[in-house]
């Protein structure tokens, strides 16, 4: 079974910056695209970020300019590297497959990281 475990999450001030790291078991890992999600209190989960298993990376306008997601294959990881951090961006960050139509590859979840952005 594919198992995710997410870690990097923190406290950090309006401007700052964090890198998150999404740890993946099961050598499918480099067949599909991965991706970011986040899921606020009170809001639906969000895909902020997703990469495609040749590198192509795709962002909502929320977060184009600011986030930048990476993968090594033969590490089995994915990365977040999240720049000018806002107090919006506050959330738990999963990581998943992506689906063609933007939703997520597979219906389990890791326990997530928190990140909290505030002064």
């Known amino acids: 079974q594919v198992q995710f475990v997410e870690s990097g999450g923190g406290l950090v001030q309006p401007g700052g910056s964090l890198t998150l790291s999404c740890a993946h078991s099961g050598s499918i890992f480099s067949r599909y695209a991965m991706g970011w999600y986040r899921q606020a209190p009170g809001k639906q989960r969000e895909l902020v970020a997703s990469?495609?298993?040749?590198?192509?990376?795709n962002y909502p306008d929320s977060v184009k300019g600011r986030f930048s997601i990476s993968r090594d294959n033969l590490k089995n990881t994915i990365s977040l590297k999240m720049n000018s951090l806002k107090p919006e961006d506050t959330a738990v960050y999963f990581c998943?497959?992506?689906?063609?139509?933007?939703?997520?590859?597979?219906?389990?979840w890791g326990q997530g990281t928190q990140v909290t952005v505030s002064s």
């Open positions: 990469i495609s298993s040749l590198g192509r990376t």
């Open positions: 998943n497959g992506v689906t063609s139509s933007g939703t997520p590859l597979w219906n389990f």
